[in-house]
């Protein structure tokens, strides 16, 4: 069975402050791995994604990194308009033919001005 | 351009009613997944449809239901509600089956 691990479950930086959210997975064959940002009440928002080891991408003061069992999101110097939750997913082969997502409970960041 | 959109956005109901939500794909999607996502947990896989036919089921009870017309467009049914039902309820749109997924703002649901 896919499984997802975020960590921590809740971060607070002060503005400025670098940090990473980590996202360990335990799949049998990853197909992809995404990032979304949520706010509360709201739908995720799509922020990255991520095919093989090695590979990385960029996104303003956000950046993401993956390994053959983990992903990093790695917040540069954040501002208050960062605070989220930040959600992890895996998309990977299964029985049958859907390509669904499993996610991780996310990571809660607030920056404090 | 217009993203996912959901209705109702919110939604009370008592036990044993039945609902219905509606998710409306990003043009030229033709794959809709569904999720619930009760708080604090990440979403959960319900349903995905893809060219209007189901591609898989998540771990949920035969009262959810779904369908995808032929405009893409598709709808969740949930019969019998429970307490337990009370999420929020996701919809994803992506132009195949495997790419990435867009969310809609959901449908917040509460069981009384």
């Known amino acids: 069975e896919d499984q997802v691990t975020q960590s921590p479950e809740a971060l607070r930086l002060q503005e400025g402050e670098s940090s990473s959210l980590n996202c360990s997975y335990t799949v049998s064959g990853l197909r992809g791995l995404f990032w979304y940002r949520q706010d509360p009440g709201k739908g995720p928002e799509f922020l990255f994604t991520?095919?093989?080891a090695g590979e990385e991408k960029e996104k303003e003061r956000l950046k993401a990194t993956l390994t053959k069992k983990e992903s990093f999101l790695h917040i540069t110097a954040p501002k208050p308009e960062d605070s989220a939750t930040y959600l992890c997913a895996v998309q990977a082969p299964t029985s049958g033919s859907a390509r669904q997502l499993t996610f991780g409970s996310g990571t809660q960041l607030t920056v404090l001005p | 351009d217009a993203g996912v959109t959901q209705s109702p956005t919110h939604l009370i109901k008592t036990r044993g009613q039945h609902v219905t939500l509606r998710c409306s794909p990003i043009s030229g999607h033709k794959s809709v997944s569904w999720y619930q996502q009760v708080l604090g947990q990440g979403p959960q896989f319900i349903f995905q449809y893809y060219e209007k036919e189901e591609r898989g089921r998540g771990n949920f009870p035969d009262r959810f239901s779904a369908r995808q017309f032929p405009n893409y467009s598709s709808e969740l049914n949930v019969n019998a509600l429970l307490l337990g039902d009370s999420a929020l309820y996701l919809c994803?749109?992506?132009?195949?089956?495997?790419?990435?997924?867009?969310f809609g703002p959901g449908t917040r649901l509460l069981v009384l």
């Open positions: 991520l095919y093989s």
């Open positions: 994803a749109s992506s132009s195949r089956r495997e790419e990435t997924q867009y």
